[in-house]
């Protein structure tokens, strides 16, 4: 094989594979010298992978981790099932690494050849997962043509449902995408509005990018995720709940978090609940739902709810016999 930068890259396909290569069988797969392979090591090493050798008759070397991440070079089948692998995190909004995978399907997606492209679309077509959770659900290609545009600084357009089932159309200088617990929003300047706004992606539909590029605005915050955040903090408790929950400790701090509640323990069975509250009915659910007595001391609307869940229950009960 003469063609150095074909010999190369066969090369470094084959150090790819997690297994020691003895030099002999490299120079036997690519038709050359052990010299040349020696050369051609030495030529990977310069451009930053860090391939390791062996000692011995022969020699062996593989690829290791080193102190940056080179480039990688991927067959078909392994391009198709990162591509789709990538999707499937974007759609489920796996905790942690969302973006950093919306980022890297752009990335792959701009570089695979059309036949590749394809294969991913009729493999994302041909199966449906199995979701868990009560998210909203999230087309990866929405996603992907939502980075792009973030991306490369280029307006948007497309169709948008509003919480009350409203439709419009809008067109967004897109700043960023920020996944927060299980959805994801679209950060946004809205041309039609002449102001920012904060856009579910799962209520998005039919986005495309225009090809007009635009110059970045003063975002209104810290950072996108920091306007995510404010947009979203929940508003003043309207309640404070009182209550004595014959429960242990644990049991109760598995249902009321720390941060909009006290909890003290009055002996191993028996605890006091101060909670800050923004709808009594869920407070209701969360406090039958410990499964166990108490009795609650304020507020009197708490107490007028809990007696019209009874009334209900037992209705309920009496009608199926």
């Not at 509005?193 to 904060?198: A, F, H, N, T, V």
């Amino acid at each position: 094989m003469s063609d150095t930068p074909a010999r190369l890259l066969n090369l470094l396909s084959l150090l790819q594979t997690p297994r020691e290569w003895p030099g002999s069988e490299l120079a036997e797969r690519l038709g050359v010298s052990p010299r040349t392979i020696r050369r051609d090591i030495d030529r990977l090493r310069d451009l930053g992978y860090p391939v390791q050798a062996t000692m011995g008759a022969d020699g062996g070397y593989r690829l290791v981790a080193g102190t940056a991440m080179p480039p990688l070079l991927l067959d078909d089948e392994e391009a198709v099932a990162i591509a789709v692998g990538l999707r499937a995190a974007a759609g489920h909004a796996v905790v942690g690494i969302e973006e950093a995978s919306v980022r890297a399907l752009g990335k792959l997606l701009q570089v695979l050849p059309s036949r590749l492209r394809h294969r991913v679309g009729t493999l994302n077509t041909a199966t449906m997962p199995l979701l868990t959770g009560d998210g909203p659900t999230v087309d990866p290609e929405d996603l992907t043509v939502l980075a792009r545009a973030v991306t490369a600084r280029e307006r948007l357009r497309f169709a948008y449902r509003a919480y009350d089932g409203t439709e419009t159309r809008r067109q967004v200088e897109p700043e960023r995408l920020v996944s927060a617990g299980r959805r994801w929003y679209l950060v946004g300047y809205d041309l039609d509005r002449d102001d920012w706004r904060l856009f579910r992606v799962d209520r998005i539909a039919d986005p495309f990018a225009t090809g007009a590029r635009f110059t970045p605005r003063p975002l209104p915050a810290e950072d996108a995720a920091a306007y995510v955040a404010s947009k979203l903090r929940r508003p003043s408790p309207v309640v404070t709940v009182v209550a004595t929950v014959h429960a242990p400790l644990a049991t109760v701090r598995s249902r009321f978090k720390p941060n909009d509640s006290e909890i003290e323990p009055i002996d191993a069975t028996t605890c006091r609940l101060r909670s800050n509250a923004d709808s009594l009915e869920w407070t209701a659910m969360r406090l039958l739902m410990l499964d166990c007595a108490f009795e609650v001391h304020e507020p009197p609307e708490l107490r007028k709810h809990l007696r019209i869940l009874a009334e209900r229950a037992n209705l309920a009960a009496e009608s199926g016999s």
